[in-house]
Structure formats: structure tokens, C-alpha cells
């Protein structure tokens, strides 16, 4: 079975950090991006950050600079640190994955993980 398992979400303080990791299974990590969406309340799914087995990292404007979105291959796992939270980052974050050389959109994701609730409190 194709898993995407999210975790690390919780409450924090604005300005602070959290990381989320997500692991993976059922599935070849190196043909895949990995990444993060989220999805805030009353508002459309996000497009935030992947991976690709090679390195290459995206990020969404939204985040760039405060996250930082890392993998260890080893583990089939992919990270995402998250810092200088905003009460606007308040989501439900999703690990997804993408085949690669598919573009980072919601609408050709293949796997998508269960979410982990990320509230930042001002």
C-alpha cells in the first residue's frame, strides 16, 4: 500500500518553529518529488514546497525564506522546517507526491498523505 504518513504539526507561538516530517512507503522515493500543501480554513489548497531526489527544491513565495524543505533518502522521509510562523500559516498541512517531471499543482499530484493541523497563535 502507497503511504504518505504527516506528522509534527501542533500549536505554537508566532515567530516560532516547527517541523514537519513525512514519511513514505509503498512507492519508488527516487521516482518522485515530495513535498507540502496546506490548506487554510475557508481557503483553496496551497502549493508550498517539494523535493526531488537530485536536490532541487520549490518554494512558493508564501514561504520562501522562513521554510526550508529537506530529505533523507535513506529513510524515505522528507522534512520541512518551519520558521518565523505567522498566524496566517495557520493550515492543515499535507505531504503529497508528484512523479517527477510533473509540475508541483494540486491537480496532477499522485499520493497524497493525511494532514497535520498547524496552529499559530499571535
Do not use: H
Amino acid at each position: 500500500d502507497v503511504q504518505l504518513q504527516a506528522s509534527g504539526g501542533g500549536l505554537v507561538q508566532a515567530g516560532g518553529s516547527l517541523r514537519l516530517s513525512c514519511v513514505a512507503s509503498g512507492f519508488n522515493f527516487d521516482d518522485y518529488a515530495i513535498g507540502w500543501f496546506r490548506q487554510a480554513p475557508g481557503k483553496e489548497r496551497e502549493a508550498l514546497s517539494c523535493i526531488n531526489p537530485d536536490g532541487r527544491r520549490y518554494y512558493a513565495d508564501s514561504v520562501k525564506g522562513r521554510f526550508i524543505i529537506s530529505s533523507d533518502a535513506a529513510k524515505n522521509m522528507v522534512y520541512l522546517q518551519m520558521n518565523s510562523l505567522k498566524p496566517e500559516d495557520t493550515a492543515v498541512y499535507y505531504c503529497a507526491a508528484v512523479r517527477l517531471g510533473r509540475a508541483w499543482l494540486e491537480n496532477v499530484i499522485e499520493y497524497w498523505g493525511k494532514g497535520t493541523l498547524v496552529t499559530v497563535s499571535s
